[in-house]
């Protein structure tokens, strides 16, 4: 369709709120929109290109129709931009990538609360977040527990009270609840005492630190006193790793941006309590629209994915006074509360928007250094292996079993060169037993029968833990399914090291290029580690079912009940008949077969 025809449709359009949809010339959804007029805004495509941005004017470019949906209202519109950006992944839209939630750190209600990372806010307790990573969330509890000396095992209290203390203990780490060096009432001040710590109130927790020390000084008792010496040294580690920059009681995210040419960067500074507890970053390809309607969308998706929304959103961007209201009324409906989008002109607001944006700016240059590092090996490995495309994304397999059960394939991703483990996937093998290649092709048609789902595009490269009869398997089962995609094989040597590549009759070495050995070799290693790993698992918990429901009256709902309670077979095994007639869901009768099944000697049985 030309230009002027594209113009005479959208002249036609009603000035009322919609969503409107770019097509290309195969029909394909190239960028989805909204509007509160659609007339204006899609007749806005096709006049006077001049004022459009490059990027705004390469998709408009490839136009060749459009269709539209009219809404109630501006709200509707934006729930409906959203979900036919996700359900179609226009190119030039700008994209939130493996949304899958973000952590949060809970200290739970219970009779020994505990502290633990968790992406659901469904149980009672205090939560504190979010953070850009379970890695992340984990190393500020593990300080957390130091500072206030809380345990960093995976003892449960108070079922493993009065057990004998780990490590953690004998290097004061910990002050030994489990031994019963402390009472209950003292184990509850330290759980307050992380809950201040992970709520940022560092100062007035170190004023008390600094009194009861100088307390147990005076009262001579030197050991107390050490150890609130050392709390203290430990928080001022934790303080220093957050930078104040508002009053404690300011919660707010604040997104910075730097584009270019090359590509677009968005930061978000998480901050809490009024320090910067966290930080994430997103990285957009040239040509990828980044203006203010891209980046409302964005910001819509970056919030559906989150159960926390602070009362303040910076943006350091200039959005248009229709995408701020419709930002900021969608928000506050999701919240439930006033939310304020703020793009700060002036003040200390400014200042931290420019911040964010700073970050950006660095972000970009460390991630294009990486990338061109990265492209520059990937056409090394490309020209090595003889492919048709560079690698972009790789997938690496390997099958493993216990016994003739719990036969596992692991499929692990990398994407660019690097580990994508949020992209991992295992397949627990229903057809074939200690068959590495039945198990094999069992896997592959599974995942590929996926290949049209989001986060499962189709691999430039699958690897293979095995040599030319692996290979020859995954290639047949891919002719059938009717794909051709590179397969190669990871051939050991002696010591269990990638030695070789097989395509199935060829074999190339690797052992003497040193950089590309060790790639090959990280990718086996992490493949059968996760493999292994998905396997054990599997097998644990088929062992853990079975052995319970080999008790008269003991089935799979029951055994789960059992499991909860006490944490595992070895909590059910210690356990006194006392504390299983305790267990709700369990009659008297199920209660003593469950004891005399775990003490059959001390009873006389064998």
């Not at 020390?213 to 050392?230: G, T």
């Not at 970053?281 to 929304?309: G, N, P, Q």
Request: hydrophobic fraction near 35%; charged fraction near 35%.
């Amino acid at each position: 369709m030309k230009r002027s025809e594209l113009l005479e449709k959208a002249n036609n359009l009603p000035q009322v709120s919609g969503v409107y949809l770019m097509k290309n010339k195969d029909g394909k959804i190239i960028y989805v929109g909204k509007s509160k007029s659609l007339r204006n805004r899609v007749t806005s495509y096709f006049v006077n290109s001049s004022n459009h941005s490059i990027k705004t004017a390469k998709m408009v470019s490839n136009v060749d129709d459009f269709e539209y949906y009219v809404t109630d209202n501006e709200m509707e519109a934006l729930v409906l931009e959203n979900k036919f950006i996700k359900q179609h992944m226009p190119k030039y839209n700008i994209k939130l990538k493996d949304a899958k939630g973000y952590p949060y750190i809970v200290v739970t209600d219970d009779e020994y609360p505990r502290i633990d990372v968790t992406y659901n806010r469904t149980k009672d307790g205090s939560y504190f977040g979010p953070f850009t990573s379970v890695a992340n969330a984990w190393n500020i509890v593990e300080s957390v527990k130091k500072t206030v000396r809380l345990p960093l095992c995976k003892k449960v209290f108070p079922r493993d009270l009065g057990t004998k203390a780990c490590l953690n203990y004998h290097i004061k780490q910990c002050d030994g609840i489990c031994l019963g060096k402390i009472t209950k009432s003292e184990y509850f001040e330290s759980i307050s005492e992380a809950k201040r710590l992970l709520g940022g109130d560092y100062k007035a927790l170190k004023r008390e630190f600094e009194k009861k020390m100088l307390d147990a000084s005076e009262e001579m008792l030197f050991e107390r006193a050490a150890k609130y010496r050392d709390c203290m040294i430990a928080l001022t580690k934790l303080s220093d790793r957050q930078k104040i920059v508002s009053s404690p009681d300011t919660n707010e995210d604040v997104f910075g941006y730097y584009t270019d040419d090359g590509g677009s960067t968005l930061t978000v500074l998480m901050v809490r309590n009024g320090a910067i507890t966290d930080r994430d970053k997103f990285f957009f390809r040239a040509d990828e629209i980044f203006d203010s309607e891209s980046i409302t969308s964005f910001l819509v998706r970056f919030y559906d994915m989150c159960d926390f929304i602070p009362k303040t959103v910076i943006c350091d961007y200039e959005l248009e006074e229709e995408d701020r209201d419709f930002l900021e009324k969608y928000l506050t409906e999701k919240n439930g509360s006033k939310i304020n989008v703020r793009v700060p002109q002036v003040g200390d607001k400014k200042k931290l928007a420019r911040m964010a944006s700073e970050n950006a700016r660095e972000l970009t240059k460390v991630y294009r250094e990486e990338l061109t590092r990265d492209n520059d090996f990937l056409l090394k490995i490309t020209k090595l292996l003889g492919l048709e495309l560079v690698p972009e994304r790789i997938e690496a397999y390997d099958a493993s079993n216990s016994g003739a059960e719990n036969t596992t394939v692991g499929m692990i991703v990398l994407e660019n060169g690097k580990f994508a483990k949020k992209k991992y996937r295992s397949f627990g093998i229903k057809t074939t037993f200690s068959d590495d290649y039945g198990a094999i092709r069992e896997a592959v048609i599974r995942r590929m029968d996926h290949r049209n789902d989001e986060g499962w595009e189709l691999p430039d490269l699958m690897l293979i833990d095995g040599g030319v009869g692996h290979v020859g398997v995954v290639k047949q089962t891919l002719r059938d399914i009717g794909l051709d995609l590179p397969v190669l094989g990871m051939v050991k040597d002696d010591h269990h090291k990638t030695r070789t590549l097989t395509d199935g009759e060829n074999e190339i070495g690797i052992a003497g290029i040193k950089d590309v050995f060790t790639f090959f070799y990280k990718i086996q290693e992490e493949v059968h580690r996760f493999t292994l790993s998905r396997m054990d698992t599997k097998r644990r918990k088929a062992v853990k079912k079975s052995s319970l429901e080999e008790i008269e009256g003991i089935g799979e709902k029951k055994a789960k009940i059992l499991n909860g309670r006490f944490g595992g077979l070895k909590g059910i095994k210690e356990a006194s008949l006392e504390e299983l007639l305790t267990v709700k869901g369990l009659t008297e009768r199920d209660a003593s077969r469950v004891y005399s099944y775990f003490h059959k000697e001390e009873n006389g049985e064998r």
